[in-house]
């Protein structure tokens, strides 16, 4: 079988030459065109390009910074954080033998707040403690707390240890408080001593239901998030800056990330006045102030109308209080206490602590129609 021959080999060589020179002037030409139109990698691009890794070391830098800022506080004033272990006779109905008395333990938190070894805590602590112990986290034998004073009012008390060398934690102003900022709570939860939690300031003025049979309420309190537990009672709540700047206090049971805490304003006040006098002066009474609202609610439940527009209505008044020591009764309204119209519980507050501790207050107060005047001995 007869075939036709395509290239000879030099044809073949030949072919290959002019393919190359086409195929490299063709590049040339590419990179003549196009080519001018590409730069070489800048490496300020390059580094610009991985800049995002550098920016996210900031902001893990502000975490770093949260971190160290949060364990500086608790080494400077988790010191001064104590442990307060209380023993209460309660009286207990038994089945078989009828009542018999049995001792109860409890477990709550404190502050250590001058060198003299006062320390800070909650009413309801210390409230019937028969035995009061109190001990510091870098100190094996506990010392003998001694109450100083209480004031279930408020769910403050003060007590007092004799000790050398006592740390201190500084009080704040829980008056610059601002919601969002971040705060640490440091007690001893279900006894686990010196337990940190960090949180938020969720609201401020909060008011605060402490004993729903007499509708004692605390007002003005800090709500935070920071974890609080039985046992986190009367530890402080502490600013950034390591500064005491409430008094936990409260839960609410089956709620996650509400907890409590009393202004170290008004604490401080409580505080002082405890330590001078053992006790806070008060007329004795639980009431609100009438307004408009009031006024047509009453008026709507019971048919009465109010023999005045303002003053402070008393709903509750204290047995062996002042007040009652005085004849006032609840359903009384004051108007008027010492030389000063009154229309609020926070004006009747200002005026009998005008008159202070042993003193005399003049009390003006209507009982249905009739307008009465009575002296209150403080």
């Given at each position: 079988m007869s075939g036709k021959r395509l290239f000879n080999r030099r044809e073949f060589i030949i072919i290959l030459i002019v393919c190359g020179t086409i195929g490299l002037l063709s590049g040339w030409w590419v990179d003549q065109r196009w080519g001018a139109r590409t730069t070489p990698p800048d490496p300020t691009k390059i580094k610009a390009e991985r800049s995002p890794t550098d920016t996210d070391g900031g902001k893990f830098s502000v975490l770093t910074d949260l971190e160290n800022t949060t364990t500086g506080v608790v080494e400077s004033v988790g010191p001064a954080v104590v442990k307060i272990m209380t023993k209460e006779k309660a009286v207990i109905d038994h089945f078989f033998v009828g009542q018999i008395v049995q001792e109860r333990e409890g477990i709550g938190s404190g502050v250590i707040v001058d060198r003299a070894g006062h320390i800070l805590t909650n009413n309801h602590v210390v409230a019937d403690a028969t035995e009061i112990k109190v001990l510091l986290p870098?100190?094996?034998?506990?010392?003998?707390?001694?109450?100083?004073?209480?004031?279930?009012?408020?769910?403050?008390?003060?007590?007092?240890?004799?000790?050398?060398?006592?740390?201190?934690?500084?009080?704040?102003?829980?008056?610059?408080?601002?919601?969002?900022?971040?705060?640490?709570?440091?007690?001893?939860?279900?006894?686990?001593e010196n337990s940190v939690t960090l949180g938020l300031v969720s609201a401020l003025g909060r008011g605060l239901l402490i004993d729903p049979e007499f509708n004692l309420q605390i007002e003005g309190v800090i709500q935070t998030d920071a974890s609080i537990n039985p046992g986190n009672s009367g530890g402080p709540l502490l600013d950034l800056e390591g500064r005491v700047i409430g008094i936990n206090t409260a839960i609410i049971e089956r709620a996650q990330g509400i907890g409590f805490a009393i202004p170290i304003n008004a604490a401080r006040e409580t505080m002082q006045e405890l330590i001078a006098h053992g006790k806070v002066l008060r007329l004795g009474v639980l009431g609100g102030a009438i307004d408009e609202v009031f006024a047509a609610r009453y008026q709507r439940e019971t048919g009465v109308v109010l023999p005045v527009a303002t003053g402070v209505y008393l709903v509750e008044v204290v047995e062996g209080g002042p007040a009652a020591n005085a004849g006032l009764r609840p359903g009384d309204i004051i108007t008027r206490a010492?030389?000063?119209?009154?229309?609020?519980?926070?004006?009747?507050?200002?005026?009998?602590?005008?008159?202070?501790?042993?003193?005399?207050?003049?009390?003006?107060?209507?009982?249905?129609?009739?307008?009465?005047?009575?002296?209150?001995?403080?």
């Open positions: 870098d100190r094996e034998d506990p010392y003998r707390g001694r109450l100083i004073g209480a004031d279930p009012f408020t769910d403050l008390a003060v007590l007092k240890i004799d000790g050398k060398d006592l740390p201190v934690a500084d009080l704040g102003d829980s008056s610059k408080l601002k919601v969002g900022q971040f705060v640490i709570a440091i007690g001893n939860p279900y006894g686990f010492g030389s000063r119209e009154v229309r609020t519980m926070d004006e009747l507050v200002a005026q009998v602590r005008q008159a202070g501790h042993g003193g005399a207050i003049s009390i003006t107060f209507f009982r249905d129609d009739a307008e009465l005047v009575a002296t209150a001995s403080l």
